[in-house]
């Protein structure tokens, strides 16, 4: 499995950009930062996208996306995933025809360019031969992570935004991950916030590893504040987890 950083920050800053993570070509995990990263040819090869959760810093390139499709007159069309809550956020507060045109209505509703579909959590679905089964996190808002499957074994979980989630391991951890991609927002010393807004702490982060039944083989860290990113790298070094690496956007992921 190939995945492309599209963005992997907590912030958007020029050279910061908020998470969007490209499986392959077509399958994009997040969609805070496509239009203003990928060019014309890349953006039309996107087929499906799956939402963690309706933060706006996840969500943000839809509506560019949608609109890019719409103006290039390529007849594509998009299926857009999540749990139900998150795509009735994306109705209701989104493509309502006063935000953003309507693009499940647009041009016509049985050829719409959005296609929302709602996923149970812990269901799993078959996208590309990639099996995707979604497990709630703990957020402040509705929110899951993506346990992803290749045909040969090889998965990866991709947590989106979250603060301690014990639950969540015992359901997505019962098999040894490939890939932990995981939030890592904000340094040790602002552990209160880190919590009440749904993020992890470099010191979070060990703890909740330490409780996983099988420790993943590799920790990709994202959604780290720019503002504390020194102080977090520093932090995430001295844990005792060999193979950390703090997610850079443009950086490319094998598994
Ligand atoms: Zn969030
Ligand atoms: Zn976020």
């Not at 509703?109 to 996923?119: D, Q, S």
């Not at 149970?120 to 995707?132: E, F, P």
């Not at 359901?171 to 807004?197: C, H, W, Y």
Request: contains cysteine.
């Amino acid at each position: 499995m190939k995945i492309r950083v599209i963005g992997c920050s907590g912030a958007e800053f020029p050279g910061h950009n908020p998470p969007s993570f490209l499986l392959d070509k077509e399958i994009v995990f997040d969609a805070g930062s496509i239009t203003n990263v990928l060019d014309r040819k890349a953006q039309l090869k996107i087929k499906h996208i799956f939402i963690t959760h309706a933060h706006l810093d996840h969500i943000l390139s839809i509506p560019f996306l949608a609109d890019n499709i719409i103006v290039g007159n390529s007849g594509r069309t998009i299926t857009l995933y999540s749990i139900a809550p998150v795509i009735r956020t994306i109705r209701t507060h989104l493509f309502n025809s006063e935000v953003w045109p309507d693009f499940t209505l647009i041009p016509n509703p049985r050829e719409a360019i959005l296609n929302l579909t709602a996923l149970k959590a812990g269901r799993m679905i078959t996208v590309n031969g990639y099996s995707v089964t979604p497990y709630k996190v703990n957020h402040p808002v509705p929110a899951v992570g993506y346990l992803v499957e290749d045909r040969g074994g090889k998965r990866f979980f991709y947590t989106g935004d979250t603060g301690p989630t014990r639950q969540t391991w015992k359901q997505a951890g019962k098999r040894q991950l490939d890939a932990l991609i995981i939030d890592v927002s904000f340094p040790n010393s602002m552990r209160e916030l880190a919590i009440t807004t749904g993020h992890l702490t470099p010191e979070l982060l060990w703890e909740e590893i330490k409780h996983m039944p099988f420790k993943p083989q590799r920790v990709y860290v994202t959604h780290l504040k720019p503002q504390y990113s020194r102080k977090i790298s520093a932090e995430l070094r001295k844990l005792p987890l060999r193979h950390l690496k703090i997610l850079k956007d443009g950086d490319t992921i094998r598994i």
